[in-house]
């Protein structure tokens, strides 16, 4: 934890509640008030009926795998012991698509629509990032 070298989350006013959640382990997601769509990444209007009439809901974190690519080149320094790790867009129960990283798995058994649920990876004193592995 003391030594992590990757990009940290940038966050601003609409993410903050997201990344707060995710330090006691929570997946928050902004749930209009008024066409019940959540949504993500956060902002402050619905994208689909542009109420600004938010609640935040906690995620189950479960999900599915929608897409996924395995890299095998560290585009950062911080990633060159990774490789090769998985990036993917995973689509949880409550319809958020969340791109993250599979862990728990080697990369070739990850499979499109596989069932994964959350798992936290605490990188600094400030952030915790959610990444997903395959449901046993
Ligand atoms: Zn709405």
């Not at 902002?43 to 095998?72: E, N």
């Not at 069932?115 to 990444?131: A, G, H, R």
Request: charged share 25%; proline share 8%; glycine share 6%.
């Amino acid at each position: 934890m003391v030594d992590y070298n990757k990009p940290l989350p940038n966050v601003n006013q609409d993410s903050k509640e997201f990344w707060t959640g995710c330090k006691v382990h929570e997946l928050r997601f902004q749930k209009c008030k008024d066409c019940g769509h959540i949504r993500w990444p956060a902002s402050m209007i619905c994208p689909l009926c542009y109420s600004r009439d938010t609640q935040w809901i906690v995620a189950s974190g479960k999900g599915k795998v929608y897409t996924f690519v395995v890299y095998h080149v560290a585009y950062h320094p911080g990633f060159k012991d990774d490789v090769p790790y998985v990036v993917a867009v995973v689509e949880l129960e409550e319809g958020p698509h969340l791109l993250t990283n599979i862990v728990g798995c080697k990369p070739d058994e990850v499979r499109c629509d596989m069932p994964v649920e959350v798992t936290w990876e605490d990188i600094t004193e400030e952030f915790s990032l959610p990444q997903f592995r395959p449901i046993s």
